[in-house]
């Protein structure tokens, strides 16, 4: 039987019985994987660990017809501060919900792979949680290829900072004040739009270093939940606790 080794952070494990679960990880080689793992929650079991949200590890995979199957861990990072705090938590959740449910098993894509890593190290550190994760999904958004216009009208392509005052999550970017009119594209200030491109630059390690007022805050997590929503076609359920955080920062 094949094998193969891969740096893997866990997304998912779902139960199957008392000492199996069905896992998915995000791999630095592979893209996602899917893989059983058996005999764990025994004493001694070295696949344990694994099946724990966010840990990184060095596994080793036999390949399966059906299912691949998990064969050593060797953990290299527990990202164990994101267990004992539930914002941090609640951010990490969304964003390998949000990796485990716009990615497919078997293309390799090494650059989300680093993105998660880094912005589950950043979380475990952060004093503000909203904000890595606000910064890690403009980032991801952009890296699959579905991130906001947010440097020009996303319909007359003007750049005047002073007009771009609207977001349309529908059409996906910022609008002039000319283009949006009267309906219902909701304003925005211009520090929200300022925020969003620093965010996106500074990325998830950089992210605790931006000052964002409160109006801004609320701005930011209403364009990223609402754009998401438009373009993302899976129901993120750790969203709902992201937004209870972003409104109490
Ligand atoms: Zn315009």
Not at 27 to 47: D, F, M, N, Q, T
Not at 123 to 147: D, H, M, N, R
Not at 158 to 165: H, K
């Amino acid at each position: 039987m094949a094998t193969y080794t891969a740096h893997v952070i866990t997304l998912r494990a779902t139960r199957i019985r008392d000492s199996e679960a069905v896992c998915r990880f995000c791999s630095a080689e592979r893209g996602k994987i899917e893989a059983a793992a058996r005999g764990i929650g025994r004493p001694g079991s070295k696949l344990t660990p694994a099946t724990e949200l966010f840990v990184l590890s060095r596994a080793m995979f036999a390949e399966g017809r059906n299912l691949d199957r998990l064969t050593q861990v060797e953990v290299e990072e527990s990202f164990y501060p994101l267990r004992t705090d539930v914002r941090r938590m609640s951010c990490a959740a969304f964003a390998v919900e949000l990796v485990d449910k716009t990615t497919e098993a078997g293309e390799p894509n090494p650059e989300t792979f680093h993105l998660l890593k880094s912005t589950l190290a950043a979380l475990c550190e952060s004093g503000k949680p909203p904000q890595v994760t606000w910064a890690f999904q403009a980032q991801y958004l952009s890296l699959i290829g579905i991130g906001p216009l947010m440097d020009c009208c996303i319909t007359c392509g003007t750049t005047d900072d002073a007009q771009l005052l609207a977001f349309s999550p529908s059409l996906g970017g910022v609008l002039c004040r000319g283009c949006a009119g009267e309906d219902a594209h909701q304003a925005i200030c211009p520090g929200t739009r300022r925020s969003y491109e620093a965010l996106l630059g500074l990325g998830p390690g950089g992210a605790d270093r931006l000052g964002v007022e409160p109006r801004v805050a609320r701005e930011l997590a209403w364009l990223l939940e609402s754009h998401r929503q438009f373009h993302v076609q899976a129901d993120i359920k750790s969203a709902k606790f992201l937004a209870r955080l972003a409104e109490r920062p």
